[in-house]
C-alpha cells in the first residue's frame, strides 16, 4: 500500500500513538479525521480516548498533550502531503478547554465594560491567546492584545478607544 494513502498515513498515526500510550501502560482508542478549515487548509484530527488517568497523557495544562502533538508532527508531517497540520486531542481536552477560555474572556469583557478599566488575563499559549482573540473580535467596543513574552504572554482586554 502507498505510503501517502490518506487512510494508510492515518492508520500509521494511530498505531504510532497505540504505542506510545502503551509505553504509559494506558489503553486508549485513536480517531484520525480530516478537517478542513474556512481557509481550506486541511489537516488531521487526532482523537484519543482513554478511561484512565487521561491526566498523564495531557499534563500540567496540557503540556504532555503539545508534546506528544509534537512528536506526531516530527513523524508524519513529511508523509502527509496535502495536509498542512496535524493536531492531537485527548478525551476532547482542547474542546473543554476552549469552552473554559470562552466563558473567562466574556466574563472578563463583562467587568470590562462594567468597570471601565483594562484587565489582563493568565498567561497562555498563543493557541490559546488565538482563541481569546478570535472570540473577541466579534466585540466592536473592545479591543484585546498580547503583551510579554512566552511563556508569560497574556491578553490584555480593553475598551476600544
Known sequence: MDETDPNNIKDQIAKAINKIVGFMDLECQVDVKEETDDKNNKALLVSVYTPENARFLIGKDGQNLKSLEHIMRAIFIKKIDGFS???VDVNDYKKS????????ARQAVARVRSTQKSEVLLPMSSYE?????????SCPDIATESIGTDPQRRIVIKLYP
Not at 97 to 104: G, Q
Not at 129 to 137: C, F, K
Open 97 to 104: 478547554r476552549s469552552s473554559y477560555l470562552v466563558d473567562i
Open 85 to 87: 497540520n496535524i493536531v
Open 129 to 137: 491567546r488565538r482563541i481569546v482573540h478570535m472570540e473577541l473580535a
